[in-house]
């Protein structure tokens, strides 16, 4: 079985750019959610959906950042205009019905902003 | 709010040597109770459980028992491998309708042969 799949896996743009980062969910999770992990802050949870359904967008950590899930087999990550702050590696996860504890995460998008 | 806090790594130990990661957390109700286990250049992955007080979670050498009264999850395995140097992370779920997972810090192994 395909698990998350993440692409790009590695993004080097430089600062002002858009930077768009996908993630495509395993067949039949309902829930999906996009962390941020760095040396300095650690995991960051941004936001997560059910059911293609933004539930909790508190850790987005500004305007510059949009997520999107306009089906229930892709999503996306938008950062507009990107910052060198905003190098990290960021990670899909989704679950199943019912168990939205078992995450099972992508191999993660490493972005760097120069 | 709800929390987790374990012991700051790294922690270096010979090969089949005893391991104990510490973990408390802080949270109203009865959340459940994860470890999650992260190697090298990769994801997150789900690595033991235990949903209610007193149960031990189990996974690959690897255990960790819910007490409730001490608040506490620790992992711990009998005898490391190089190949579990990894970066460890204890986690709750306070259920209801909430997906969200509270992680804690995680803490780096690295396991010397």
């Known amino acids: 079985d395909a698990g998350v799949i993440q692409s790009p896996r590695h993004e080097v743009t430089e600062m002002g750019q858009e930077v768009t980062l996908r993630c495509k969910p395993i067949s039949g999770h309902d829930y999906l959610f996009w962390y941020r992990q760095t040396m300095m802050r650690g995991l960051e ?14 850790g987005m950590p500004e305007d510059r950042f949009s997520a999107k899930m306009p089906n229930a087999s892709f999503s996306t990550l938008k950062i507009q205009p990107s910052e060198p702050r905003d190098s990290a590696v960021y990670f899909c ?11 099972y995460f992508g191999p993660g998008t490493r972005l760097t902003v120069t | ?11 270096t130990l010979s090969e089949e040597a005893f391991l104990t990661i510490n973990c408390t957390y802080t949270a109203t109700g009865y959340p459940s109770l994860f470890w999650y286990v992260q190697y090298p250049g990769e994801g997150l992955q789900l690595l033991l459980k235990a949903t209610k007080a007193d149960d031990k979670g189990s996974n690959k050498g690897f255990e960790a028992t819910y007490r409730k009264e001490t608040t506490s999850f620790h992992l711990e395995k009998g ?17 209801g309708n909430t997906g969200k997972l509270i992680f804690g810090q995680g803490t780096t192994l690295q396991v010397k042969p």
């Open chain 2, 1 to 11: 709010g709800d929390s987790v806090t374990q012991m700051e790594g790294p922690v």
């Open chain 1, 45 to 58: 949870l941004l936001i997560y959906f059910n059911n293609n359904v933004p539930i909790d967008d508190s």
């Open chain 2, 79 to 95: 005898s490391v491998q190089v190949s579990d140097s990894a970066v460890y992370f204890c986690a709750l779920h306070r259920g």
């Open chain 1, 93 to 103: 996860a989704s679950s199943p019905p019912d168990r939205e504890y078992e995450q």
